[in-house]
């Protein structure tokens, strides 16, 4: 993606089911569980760069001892610094205790982080400040093991408000004002409130308190707190959860935006964002690996026993088409055929973009996500030239000597690498004042491959604001002096913020959306503009169930043709010599070829849960009344 975009996170929770000496017997090191948990979050660190965070609990400690251990991270590295720190702490701990190497219970008595239940998380910033207190996993302390509470998700909520709003009716004062502590804290007010419960019968049955600790934890029903806490989410979420005595839960919203995929054996049981994760970390099959279902929570009880419980009824699935194109590791096996029948199905526009001129063109990819639609563009090419060649040498028949019929067998697709990215400049794009001009040359281009009178068509995954392509990449490209530039979109045009983790927040930073304004100038029809924010206006005071997602209005007068001819026209100026044309893929294609992820919001407006709608309008009214805040 030429456009920096912050979105998603990313989770990872691991369960051993079987004591510490049995990991140290087997695999060499009662630290598996800690191994694997960086390796798990290395495999996901595209979803997040932001920061870093690891959590774990011991099972069955005695009073006094510590059992928690968290650490968190906003390094450069993050993911590295923090079990660069574990890694400092446990050996100084060896160094000055040699006797706790072949002692797993000394270990697990005296050092940090070594535990049964582990969780980690990968974080960008959609909401809040990028501090090391806005990293997951996030700690709600209590003297009573059970009321610990530890919490790490990728999600956003739409309704923070409302939610906020509730658990001060509960008597509660939570310390921010974010979704991640309002969620926790709303888990938290039912874990206190079933704990209690729980002791209270336990007394009533004639147990004292310290006999009653191990009984709450295995009458404490997860599930049930769960669907208490869980009633008026509105929002895109997998979120998991340890409980201080041991208890573990992972819980997907009920429409499946955001991923989670689960493992179980006798030995562990594993929860990530990410399938391939899991297999390559556990060196497991795909089939081995399983989706969490929508509204579903994987729970694992201390005793060890997990349970598949329907938290939420589920919506419709519309689980989120941009992990497809491109947040998720193409090395997912269905994500890595899903990617590359966009880059087929693409293959007829760009075709006749071309007129058909195969010879006289050069394709070409944006690094580094859009390389698997390349390859799926490639074979189509590749199929039309083979199909002209046949028809080419039946309508020659015996006319054809040997040397035409060699020069007709030897044309090719050409393929060759033209963009390339200067990862480490775009780590030192920080501030606007100087961003334009470092964006500029945030890649570099291969010269001497294109000829005066080629075409070069170059594909992306998608293009969100533009800016990247406007300011680097076309005047880049154009310095090869091509006869055409051809940018191709594996993804829709992008129309509508997201409110489910991914940072698009305003309408106005949407190239499609600065399009179609300039659309309805040309037109003479700007003052749907106005119409659009009084009718958005008259929604702000209702339930979100009642809200509709006006914001259509402002595309219905265009035709998507339309609209990506005006994105061209605007991402290239006059210092551009080459004719540009910008194709985006159908939405009706996108289905095609991600036909079991149908969350297609960002292009469509459609969203899958109430709570989008209500956020689509107050992103226009604040771009209407330019104000610079986030609809959520």
């Not at 997040?48 to 928690?68: H, N, V, W």
Request: net charge neutral; with cysteine.
């Amino acid at each position: 993606m030429s456009d920096a975009l912050k979105h998603e996170c990313g989770i990872a929770m691991i369960r051993l089911l079987k004591p510490l000496e049995f990991y140290k017997e087997k695999y060499g090191s009662a630290f598996y569980g800690v191994n694997k948990m960086y390796l798990m979050m290395e495999k996901q660190h595209n979803r997040g760069q932001d920061g870093a965070g690891f959590a774990s609990i011991k099972l069955d400690t005695k009073p006094g001892q510590r059992y928690i251990s968290r650490v968190r991270s906003i390094a450069q590295q993050p993911i590295q610094d923090i079990f660069a720190q574990i890694n400092e702490r446990v050996n100084k701990e060896f160094e000055a205790h040699p006797e706790y190497k072949n002692d797993v219970a000394a270990q697990k008595r005296n050092l940090p982080y070594i535990g049964e239940v582990l969780l980690g998380h990968v974080r960008y910033g959609t909401f809040g400040k990028n501090s090391v207190e806005s990293v997951h996993p996030f700690l709600r302390q209590n003297n009573w093991m059970h009321r610990n509470l530890i919490m790490a998700g990728n999600f956003n909520m739409t309704n923070v408000k409302e939610l906020f709003s509730n658990l001060i009716e509960l008597g509660q004062h939570p310390k921010e004002y974010t979704d991640t502590i309002t969620i926790m804290e709303k888990i938290g007010h039912f874990l206190d409130d079933a704990v209690s419960k729980i002791y209270k019968d336990l007394k009533k049955e004639g147990y004292n308190k310290r006999d009653a600790s191990p009984l709450i934890a295995e009458r404490l029903k997860v599930a049930k707190i769960l669907r208490r806490a869980a009633k008026n989410w509105d929002g895109g979420y997998a979120m998991a959860g340890l409980i201080g005595h041991g208890d573990s839960f992972v819980l997907r919203d009920p429409a499946g935006i955001r991923p989670a995929y689960y493992y179980k054996d006798d030995e562990i049981v594993v929860v990530a964002s990410e399938r391939p994760v899991i297999q390559t970390v556990f060196n497991v099959n795909f089939d081995d690996v399983k989706e969490l279902q929508p509204g579903q929570a994987i729970i694992t009880k201390k005793s060890g026993e997990v349970r598949l419980k329907q938290i939420l009824e589920p919506l419709e699935k519309k689980s989120c088409s941009f992990e497809r194109i491109y947040f998720s590791r193409g090395s997912d096996a269905e994500i890595y055929q899903e990617r590359k029948m966009l880059g087929k199905l693409l293959m007829p526009r760009v075709l006749e973009a071309i007129e058909n001129d195969t010879k006289n063109t050069v394709f070409s990819y944006i690094p580094n996500t859009a390389e698997t639609s390349f390859f799926g563009m490639i074979e189509t090419a590749e199929a039309f030239i083979n199909k002209t060649k046949t028809a080419e040498i039946l309508n020659g028949q015996r006319s054809l000597s040997a040397a035409k019929v060699t020069e007709i067998l030897s044309e090719r697709t050409r393929i060759e690498k033209i963009a390339i990215k200067d990862v480490k400049l775009r780590t030192f794009i920080t501030e606007d004042s100087s961003r334009d001009d470092l964006v500029a040359h945030v890649y570099d281009v291969t010269y001497g491959v294109i000829k005066p009178n080629d075409n070069l068509v170059i594909i992306d995954d998608s293009i969100v604001r533009g800016t990247t392509l406007k300011k680097s990449i076309l005047k880049m490209l154009d310095r090869l002096s091509p006869k055409k530039i051809v940018v191709v979109s594996s993804a829709p045009q992008i129309r509508y913020p997201d409110c489910y983790g991914i940072d698009m927040a305003r309408l106005e930073d949407l190239v499609a959306f600065r399009a179609t304004l300039e659309l309805l100038k040309d037109a003479g029809k700007y003052d749907t503009v106005e119409k659009v924010y009084d009718k958005c206006i008259t929604q702000t005071e209702l339930e979100d169930k009642y809200v509709q997602n006006f914001v259509k209005e402002i595309y219905d007068p265009f035709t998507d043709e339309q609209i990506s001819d005006k994105i061209s026209e605007l991402l290239s100026d006059e210092s551009v010599n080459a004719e540009v044309k910008i194709i985006f893929q159908p939405v009706e294609n996108l289905h095609k070829a991600c036909p079991e992820h149908l969350g297609d919001w960002y292009f469509t407006g459609n969203y899958p849960t109430v709570g989008g709608n209500r956020v689509v309008n107050r992103a226009f009214i604040n771009f209407y009344e330019g104000n610079k805040e986030r609809a959520y």
